[in-house]
């Protein structure tokens, strides 16, 4: 038996040569089908998704005081706000195309589901981060979540009114959760290509 | 900034005009990646090469 068989090395490299060759994981053409704007939403939201993580990552190391007090902080923290508009906008509108288009179609049904998961995720990553802004609006989200949250039983161990808690599971849990499923995405996408549009299945 | 947002109200709809701005603007940017042509070039084909998306996998 070659290592291949026999060591999880050896098994995992084979399995990527074999559905992950790079001529797919960074390609240089595409199917004729993908000329046109509607494919560019999803990279639009990951543009989006890189930004917001950049000033997340200057926000968390300068800290509440900087980002209400000073003028460059307010300037980082309406970024933060703002490429978080984009990034929910773009992913909305990719789904739109995916819906329409029927993204999950051939073998793609897990690539649809890991973008639901990474849609769910990003709202606690939305609804964690107005919690986190540490002003009367955040206070007033926490005051009246906390009857809702614990009307579920969930207030129990996720406490709205826990900033710490709150600014924890934003800057680090969930990102982690949502950059781990993009990537997975990704790679779920550039193994079986960009779906042919309906219609276009039977040539 | 800090002053509420204006809310526009029919029926059962309540929406704020920030809220209705990012929507609509949403659907105009859908719509013109609909009909808007793209850029691109042209690249005489390869044979030798698979094209990823042609194999029903």
């Known amino acids: ?203 | 900034m800090d002053s509420p947002a204006t809310y526009l109200h029919w029926g059962v709809i309540l929406i704020s005009v920030p809220n209705l701005i990012v929507i609509v603007t949403m659907l105009v940017v859908f719509g013109l990646a609909l009909i808007a042509p793209f850029p691109h070039r042209d690249v005489a084909p390869d044979a030798d090469r698979p094209s990823q998306g042609d194999s029903e996998k």
Request: glycine residues 10%.
């Open chain 1, 1 to 203: 038996m070659t290592s291949e068989q026999t060591s999880w090395t050896g098994r995992l490299r084979a399995l990527v040569d074999r559905e992950l060759p790079t001529e797919n994981l960074l390609p240089d053409e595409q199917p004729i089908y993908v000329n046109s704007w509607v494919y560019v939403f999803g990279v639009a939201t990951i543009a989006a998704l890189v930004w917001v993580l950049a000033t997340g990552v200057v926000l968390a190391f300068f800290g509440p005081q900087w980002w209400h007090l000073s003028g460059v902080g307010r300037f980082f923290n309406s970024m933060h706000f703002w490429s978080v508009q984009a990034f929910f906008a773009f992913m909305v509108v990719h789904l739109w195309v995916q819906y329409f288009g029927a993204g999950w179609r051939h073998g793609r049904a897990g690539t649809w589901m890991v973008g639901v998961l990474i849609f769910a995720i990003s709202i606690i990553a939305a609804f964690t981060g107005y919690l986190s802004q540490t002003n009367f609006d955040s206070q007033w989200i926490g005051v009246n979540a906390k009857d809702a949250i614990n009307s579920t039983g969930g207030g129990s161990f996720f406490n709205v009114l826990n900033v710490g808690q709150m600014l924890g599971i934003h800057v680090v849990l969930v990102p982690a959760i949502v950059l781990a499923l993009v990537v997975i995405h990704l790679v779920m996408v550039r193994i079986r290509g960009v779906v042919k549009p309906i219609g276009e299945e039977a040539q």
